[in-house]
């Protein structure tokens, strides 16, 4: 098979995923008007949860998101599907012990020069925060921990081929509807291969939230990161709207929404992408 032919081949593949995702996305929603008036309260408040980081909920959000305008031609694309798996433990009367993964599933084309199209896993970000169970007086609610850069990705052009190590931080205000707050992370290279670029990078998450009763949430956030090596910023600003529902005896949150690259590093993304979001909950 030529090259032409298989990079068409990736773009159907990757148009399926995104046709499959709106389906899915479609009949969640038309579950609405099943079972929206009881537990609605519940719902509500799941979705509160699922806006707070460290929140003592276990779920497995599964995130697509779809970037162009990548290269030094502007012709490269990339499909990310992040598989994050949150689960929380009790560790004592006073405090829970969050972990969250993330696994992220890369296609791309066109983004190296001559270099063609690559399919595959990219690096693991493993963060764990240690968080009080209770807020603060103020009512901030607080965790910190360790990050983890793990090297897993499967293609040389989609890994950093590093060990990173640093910390993290999540502090966040949940008031009426509102839920508001940033978590941040700083992950320097501490092993890996030595003919690879070191990481050396600050990533920043501000975030404001809106919960309707009706468990639709609306949020704007920003998924900043800065590179100390090259001294460049990425700033997508992303917008999405989802909504909790119940599919038979299993609550669901699913939606999606845009995003907008305010600034980019040399060749990376440009202009507007594409997120939807699938997210599987399971309360105690």
Known sequence: MNNASANAGKKINS???????????????SSLAYGQG???????????????????????????????NIGADDKGSRTTVNIQPV????????????????????????IHSN?????????IVQSVFFSPKAPTKNGWILGAGPVLLLPTGSDDKL?????????????????????????????????????????????????????????????????????????QWAVPVNFTVTQMVKVGGQLISVGGGVR????STNNGPEGVGIRLMFTMLFPK
């Open 38 to 68: 009881d537990g609605s309260q519940n719902k509500e408040a799941l979705a509160k949860k699922l806006s707070n980081p460290v929140a003592a909920l276990i779920s497995t959000p599964i995130q697509y998101n779809f970037d162009e």
């Open 260 to 263: 907008y690259w305010a600034k």
């Open 15 to 29: 148009i399926k995923q995104l046709k499959q995702l709106l389906i899915l996305a479609s009949l969640s929603c």
């Open 159 to 231: 890994t950093a081929d590093k060990v990173g190590l640093g910390p993290t931080a999540v502090a966040l205000k949940q008031q009426g509807p509102w839920t508001y707050g940033a978590l941040g992370n700083h992950i320097w290279s501490v092993g890996g291969r030595s003919d690879r670029a070191d990481v050396n990078a600050t990533f920043l998450q501000p975030f404001l939230v809106y919960t309707t009763r009706a468990a639709t949430t609306y949020a704007l956030n920003t998924e900043s990161t800065y590179d100390w090596e090259s001294k």
């Open 87 to 110: 689960i929380p433990f009790s560790i004592s009367e006073n405090w829970n012990l969050i972990s969250r993964t993330i696994l992220p599933l890369i296609d791309q084309e066109n």
């Open 115 to 123: 270099a063609g199209t690559q399919s595959g896993v990219g690096d």
